[in-house]
């Protein structure tokens, strides 16, 4: 926010270039050998008043529209019980708005994910999670808790059976969990057969249930999302999966971020800093001691004058953002203060 915002979300904002983050995701995945996939192979799950914008910035692609958001559970739930692929074939679940740095490997983690996803550890078809190292007690991301000792070497890559996932702990338990031996951030990316999945939705869930029964029409979706609440995928079931040892983590190092906050942008667009520049309109630019983003996306100038170290300044058509860098995760809880209850801008 402000360039995030009900009616251009953060996946298609070119926030890294000039491809937009879904471009990039699609980019990402699409033509390599690593992976086999082609566009005919790529469902995009998002709310239906954003199809458009899809059709616009990756033509052909093939997109689920939900007549409003649940969460993650019922996005992958609706691909899921859906799509008229194989059973027994692997999907993945990634996220449109992420960065991955070191792109070449991520495919080669994604690679060894599909593999796992067929059965390891004794686990038939098991759910498959890549996890990050963990940082800083963070408070935004889910923790995974691999056991250890019960690891090996699989595909080329280290891999664990998970014993526990807690998703978004508060401050004090999210500093006890980084005393946990191998504990990773989720990062919110999956691989597993489509009927592994399936099966985990209809034993920890009620979704299979609704969405195959009511959402053969559009109007029946609609109906069946009306009985829905919202829950992410990690809540409704990975957390009850990986009680019953059926979850399998991937470590990864490959750059990732999910570029949750103008603090996190700045470190991934890493120009150097200079002393002034001119922004244009989709452009953006450090200035002075490396701590000041100004991101431009409208036609008006905007002008920073002896800017404080730490500062963020970002001007949209509809609105500007200035802050201190320290207190940029604060956004979120500023906008649900100031947000229309009716479209939430």
Same mark, same amino acid.
């Given at each position: ?94 996220? +449109?708005?992420?960065?991955?740095? !070191?792109?070449? %490997?991520?495919?080669?983690? /994604? #690679?060894?994910?599909? @593999? &796992? ?69 989720? +990062?919110?990316?999956?691989?597993? !057969?489509?009927? %592994?999945?399936?099966?985990? /939705? #209809?034993?920890?869930? @009620? &979704? ?83 701590? /000041? ?53």
């Amino acid at each position: 926010w402000p360039l995030s915002r009900p009616e251009t979300p953060k996946p298609f904002l070119p926030l890294l270039g000039d491809r937009s983050l879904l471009q990039r995701t699609v980019d990402r995945i699409t033509g390599h050998d690593e992976l086999s996939i082609g566009p005919d192979d790529v469902c995009v799950v998002t709310d239906r008043r954003y199809a458009q914008l899809v059709r616009d910035q990756v033509p052909g692609i093939r997109i689920l529209g939900e007549p409003s958001g649940r969460n993650t559970a019922a996005a992958i739930a609706l691909a899921a019980i859906h799509l008229e692929r194989p059973e027994d074939e692997v999907m993945f679940v990634l996220p +449109a708005d992420h960065l991955i740095e !070191r792109e070449d %490997a991520f495919r080669g983690v /994604l #690679a060894a994910a599909a @593999s &796992l996803a067929e059965g390891a550890f004794g686990i038939e078809s098991p759910l498959v999670t890549l996890g990050i190292q963990v940082a800083r007690a963070a408070t935004e991301y889910g923790y995974l808790l691999p056991d250890i000792d019960a690891g090996a070497t699989l595909h080329g890559l280290r891999a664990y059976p998970l014993r526990a996932f807690e998703e978004k702990p508060n401050q004090g338990r999210a500093a006890a969990l980084l005393a946990e031996p191998g504990v990773a951030w989720n +990062a919110g990316i999956f691989a597993w !057969r489509r009927r %592994a999945i399936v099966d985990a /939705l #209809a034993r920890y869930t @009620s &979704l299979t249930t609704l969405l195959g029964s009511f959402a053969s029409s559009e109007a029946g979706l609609a109906a069946a999302y009306d009985q829905l609440r919202p829950i992410s995928i990690d809540h409704a079931v990975m957390e009850g999966a990986a009680s019953d040892r059926r979850v399998v983590m991937v470590g990864m190092d490959v750059g990732w971020d999910d570029l949750g906050s103008w603090s996190s942008l700045l470190a991934a667009v890493g120009v150097p800093g200079i002393d002034a520049q001119v922004v244009q309109p989709g452009q953006s630019v450090v200035v002075a001691p490396d701590d /000041l983003i100004v991101e431009r996306f409208g036609g008006r100038l905007v002008a920073v004058p002896q800017a404080d170290e730490g500062t963020i300044t970002v001007e949209a058509p509809v609105a500007l953002l200035r802050g201190a860098r320290p207190h940029a995760a604060r956004v979120d809880a500023l906008l649900e203060r100031c947000s229309s209850p009716e479209d939430g801008t």
